[in-house]
């Protein structure tokens, strides 16, 4: 009845993953994009900026290894070169995701998909036009850079623009202090640039746990980046970004300027409303728990629905939609999506901040162990960072773990596990830790939730 079974619209980290699992199903799957397959984040966004935090990471620590015996002369960084290592790695994880495509007879289409009728897709490629039919459609256009209209010209970037830098900016700034704009700046500082954040709010990643946030300011104070909150960015001149403080107005010397104040969902010139699909006021399309859009063999996953906008999120909602299109029992039924912020340190959460779990209603109960009484984290010079434990103080039921610290990325799988568990905090104070790790923080912040830490004052 149909050309295919499934057409997945987009190529990003919700759409491959879901077209994927479609095809593993028995189902007739097209995918279509018009870029590569990984979409921003492993073309333009996580990926390639892991990379470049990575090699960040190994600069730094070679330049301030003295302490530890280690002294490194005639270092020195090619960003050009970095930037070839880069996109071998993204091209290595593209070449993957084609042979899975490929394993699992995944139809790639090479375009762009515009929704014609409820069944049907013009598509657009280099080699002209077709008409598509399919039975079910899963829309994951992922979404794109908030420009500020006086923010313009060659050298104001966006963060796809600054991952692509060939050189080092003597002085960069960057506007906004969200995760994308301090992971961006931190790498850049530890190459070589003076580095200015410009936020027009109080503090920095406000959502986050501000004991963790603290810490993050902190080291970044520390390697150099000066931090402006409150502040407005006004206008950009002659190599200096113009700016409205508490003080007043200042003029910021910035070679180029990154603008990372969010991502708007890609709804727009889809065609949607040709198959019956609304969009809401801010982008965003409607979903019920299995992804379905109130039409009702159409489903909408990732960056486009609610919900932070995260990869892994596109990603299990992508396999969610695939599976409830099949007739599987999926739905969206988790509790906790976790967070990683690769700053230096990293930064990680998962759960409700102490602030929100008191509005839900909570009685709440906190326990912190600090990374400087850790002996893994000690030993590896990392002693910066902390795990924090938000508890229900009646049952001790884990709301939310937070954590700051080397590794930490990896750390906050254990804690969103436990959340969705239902487990308490005792659970994971009387789990066996391995010793000397970085997993023992977590270990003892939840016996600090009963006052029982051994390597910490309760």
Known sequence: MYDVD?????????????????????????????????????????????????????LHQMQTASKMGIHATGVTLNLAETQTWKQGVIQRMVNGIMTL????????????????????????????????????????????????????????????????????????????????GLEIGGFLQQMGSQVTVVEMLDKLLPAMDPDCVRVVERQLKKQGTQILTQTKALGYEKGYLQVETPQGLQAIRADKVLVAVGRRPNTRNLGLENAGVAVQDNGLIATDLQMRTPVPHIYAIGDIVAGPMLAHKASREGIIAAEAIAGKPAARDFKVIPAVMFTDPELASVGMTEAEAKA???????????????????????????????????????????????????????????????????????????????????????????????????
Request: net charge negative; charged share 10%; proline share 4%.
């Open 6 to 58: 499934v057409v997945v619209l987009g190529a990003g980290p919700g759409g491959y993953v879901a077209a994927i699992r479609a095809a593993q199903l028995g189902l007739r799957t097209a995918l279509i994009d018009k870029a590569e397959v990984g979409g921003v984040c492993l073309n333009c966004g996580c990926i390639p900026s892991k990379a470049l935090i990575h090699a960040a990471h190994v």
């Open 101 to 180: 495509l490929k394993h699992h007879k995944v139809q790639l289409i090479k375009g762009t998909g515009t929704f014609s009728g409820p069944h049907s897709l013009q598509i657009t490629t280099s080699e002209g036009s077709q008409t598509l039919s399919f039975g079910a459609a899963i829309v994951a256009t992922g979404s794109s850079s908030i420009a500020i209209p006086s923010l313009q010209g060659p050298d104001i970037l966006s963060s796809t623009e600054a991952l692509e830098l060939q050189t080092i900016p003597e002085h960069f700034a960057v506007v906004g202090g969200g995760y994308i």
């Open 360 to 458: 839900a209603g909570y009685t709440v109960k906190t326990s912190r162990f600090p990374f400087a009484a850790l002996g893994k984290a000690v030993a590896s010079n990392a002693p910066e960072g902390l795990v924090k434990v938000i508890a229900n103080a009646d049952n001790g039921l884990i709301l939310g773990v937070h954590m700051v610290g080397a590794e930490v990325s990896n750390l906050i799988a254990e804690a969103a596990l436990a959340i969705e568990m239902g487990a308490v905090a005792q659970d994971l104070a009387l789990t066996v830790h391995a010793h000397p790790t970085l997993a023992e923080a977590l270990m003892e912040a939840c016996e600090g939730v009963y006052g029982h830490a051994i390597h910490a004052i309760n």
